[in-house]
């Protein structure tokens, strides 16, 4: 390692740190990507995994794997502990590493606004363990239901479910399981009514998918309404414990609760011990490098700038990404320095339901079947390798026709009870 | 449930299981199946999980689904502790349930010959969780050991396999691993050498597949040498563990052992309190009653029996199904009383690698690309529904074509460290 190469080291294996990774494959420079996953996650498809409509292997792929024909780059599968800015170099759990130029991109983890003793009853989805966490709680809910029933126990605070926070992640997971309940789960349960399943959509603001173009906001309250899903909007959690949800609006008795309203930056970030904003964000500067160290980058869900133009660059796969290919390109010098990062809008959507999404593409709005299309598509073309392509192709078009979904195992094979034998 | 139809009660959603709920579906019992899992598993192709070949997906499916089309059959998840065969009534985890006939399908577990302390260094391969475990246990030892050649320290125990009998299940983890590892995982790691890899398969006998026909073993053997893997035959496991086995042959210093030295039969088994073999195995009567219960069957692994041939059912998959069967038809009095239950040999199988297996079918000894051939249809077409049947092709001709596996995913998200952030 004595070789007079620059040390890039990225730390992060999402959007972003593997848009820098491979930016600088094959490159002069030395890099490193760390990891405390082994793999990198296709996240915009991980609620399909939270309601078994996917495996975990279709949307996700080994770092290594992915970077596996760079040469001048190492995967190391550990966690970062500490950051030692003047002295250039990281603590992992186990050993150091030195770096010239230094990533982050930590990404993010949800917010639970100061009430992380909700997170107990309400999982947020930001890997493929919660994912899994999700699903299971979801088919154990309505095993402990159709167990109740038979039993003559109250069973309604397991047909209940509650999503919390109406952005493009809620209202996916809210489409997605009034779906996947109603039109497949429930032909398993002989004893569960169609009526007794009540999805509860809860946002505080006025409309859900608040960055979205108001009609678009509007066709999918309506849309979610007539899939069975309850909207509440203007509507404010004050208490989450394991009986329920206690909201501005009342009670909602469920052991079913996801908490989708919102993220913040990674923990990791707190030891760049920098200027952050409210919910944890660098305050980087115009190059997203941190201040009094040119040298560290914050780039993705991490980092907070308001670009050039005037916009807020967004906590979403296509600011990460395009962070990476930034910092890359001035560490190569392809961008002179002192050039501004700007971000590039290439359109938002979101799933509603089968052949339903909205989608807001170069100042046009889409939606219905057409949004549902152009969204399958993109995400499809944008999927790790060829194999999960047609993998996740085949999982989509059997699900579509048939309703049958493809992963509804529960992998803790305790059968209510806490001892195996 | 008052009614005065006839209660079957069958413990073990398996091969045995399913295959006697099927039988009895749509029939005028009344059947409830209990599985402290909520899925059946395709158990022949669970090694392939293990060495990230496929995705518990591809090889399991939820009972639920799997009897969805039966209106006579209830399905319970939850676990079974006692029998009371006095009071025709099982002791469920919340709860009881009483039956007419009760049929005991719970399979089987590694058996470690009194030696239980080994199973903490050695997985047997049992269930999806094992498979699991094993998986990430192979992939993080290949982090361990790029981690430690970094750093100067030692690895040959990380690169070092060790599975302990040479079965089918043993002789297919074997080819597995030695392919996967040398042909696939290797490319990620750039610091491990292909010499540094070493897999060893122990057995005690003086061949390998001890009941297929010796050619074969033959075969087998040379085939598994040529695949570098190194073949111990007359060695016994003296002791295990954290540094590797001790056998009769010399010490193996590894920290991947795998376990498929055989199996006994499932503990719940005991609670019936009748004359069991040296394996646990309920000694059944010709009809596959036990002694002095002519009311209650034991099908399957956890079942010992010589049939009227003169052959011992075989703890493998048509053994179970064929018990299943029977005992379906005996209780709707399609076989007569006094019939004894004699097992079809449709034959056996085992894969040794890409494209070699070897097979005995009606007598027949085949070997090779054909055999694997044979094995690949008999496989794909037993397998629980078309979707699992399209994923797990593509799969396999991904793998074929490519040499890259599908699920090399670490889910447990730790990075070598013990705290989460």
Known sequence: MGSSKKKVVIVGGGFGGLSAAKSLGNTEFEVTIIDKNNHHLFQPLLYQVATAALSPGDIAQPIRTELRSYKNINVVY????????????????DGEIEYDYLIMAPGATPNYYGNDQWQE????????????????????SFEKAEHNIINNQPFKHLTTFVIVGGGPTGVELAGSISEISRKTILKDFKRIDDKEIKITLLDGADRLLNSYKKSLSEYTLKSLEKMGVEVKLNTFVENIDEDGVYTSGGKIESSNIIWAAGNKAAPLIEKLNTDVDKMGRVKVNPDLSIPDHDNIFVIGDASYLVDPNGVEVPGVAQGAIQGGQFVAKLLQKKIEKGK????FDKGNMATIGRAKAVAEIAGMKIKGISAWLIWGLI???????????LKVMLEWFWYYVTFK???????????GSEKED
């Open 379 to 389: 995400h499809i073309f944008f999927l790790i390798d060829f194999r999960n392509r």
């Open 340 to 343: 501004y990062f700007t971000y």
């Open 121 to 140: 009853y309400a999982i947020g989805l930001k890997d493929l363990n919660d994912a899994i966490s999700i699903r299971e709680r979801v088919l154990k």
């Open 405 to 415: 979904p493809g992963a509804s195992l529960i992998l803790d094979n305790k059968g």
């Open 78 to 93: 550990e966690e970062v502990m500490d950051v030692k800015k003047d002295r250039n170099k990281l603590i992992l759990t």
